[in-house]
């Protein structure tokens, strides 16, 4: 069974890896490397709770930093250190296939699971959880992540398979967060004004 997803993850991921262009190759490496899109997203979501919730979203965004640090250090230290699967770029057996958009294959040799994947979709959904009532363009987040996602598979870092469990590793880790982050508030609530 597992070689069989394995097979399928394979050819869907050289099908996705083959459809590139000069133009998008540009688009791919700044959406999946460039810090300062990820830092204007994080601001842009730090002023907006700063608007709706004042004061209070400081604690917010204390547990949507912590989240992103959990999705960082699960999808990092025990996904990628337990299961050792190359990334397709490292895969000796793929090596003359894959397209790199004129890169070298940096970055860590094992790609199960996505950190990029992981670490966007748990900020997507803790800020979308936090503000869906409040702004539905928030929405847009989701769209940002499933991009950096591609981009990674585009880049020839991750598997399909690589990206879908990071994504769902990253939602899951950002809805706890934030229930954490509700409980908490609840909690102390009582005892201070947050």
Same mark, same amino acid.
């Given at each position: ?10 050819? +869907? ?14 688009? #791919?490496?700044?959406? &999946?490397?460039?810090?300062? +899109?990820?830092?204007?997203? @994080? #601001?842009?979501? /730090? ?25 960082? +250090?699960?999808?990092?230290? @025990? ?41 966007? /979709?748990?900020?997507?959904? /803790?800020?979308?959880?936090? /503000? ?7 929405? &847009? ?9 591609? &981009? ?10 690589? @990206? ?7 939602? &899951? @880790? ?21």
């Amino acid at each position: 069974m597992l070689d069989l997803l394995n097979s399928f993850d394979t050819k +869907l991921f050289l099908a996705l890896n083959q459809t590139n262009s000069p133009f998008f190759d540009q688009i #791919m490496l700044n959406v &999946s490397y460039n810090k300062i +899109l990820m830092f204007g997203i @994080i #601001m842009s979501c /730090f002023i907006l709770g700063i608007y709706y919730f004042k004061q209070k979203f400081f604690i917010a965004f204390l547990f949507c930093i912590l989240s992103f640090g959990v999705s960082d +250090l699960v999808s990092t230290r @025990i996904f990628k250190n337990g299961f050792k699967r190359l990334r397709p770029c490292h895969n000796p057996l793929l090596s003359q296939k894959v397209y790199l958009a004129g890169q070298n294959c940096w970055g860590g040799k094992y790609g199960f699971v996505s950190s990029h994947a992981a670490n966007t /979709f748990t900020v997507a959904m /803790f800020f979308w959880l936090l /503000f869906r009532r409040k702004n539905r363009f928030i929405f &847009s987040l989701f769209f940002y992540a499933t991009l950096v996602s591609y &981009s990674r598979v585009y880049l020839a870092r991750h598997y399909p398979g690589d @990206i879908l469990v990071g994504a769902l590793l990253g939602l &899951s @880790i950002g809805y706890i967060g934030f229930k954490a982050y509700i409980k908490i508030k609840n909690h102390f609530s009582k005892f201070i004004y947050i």
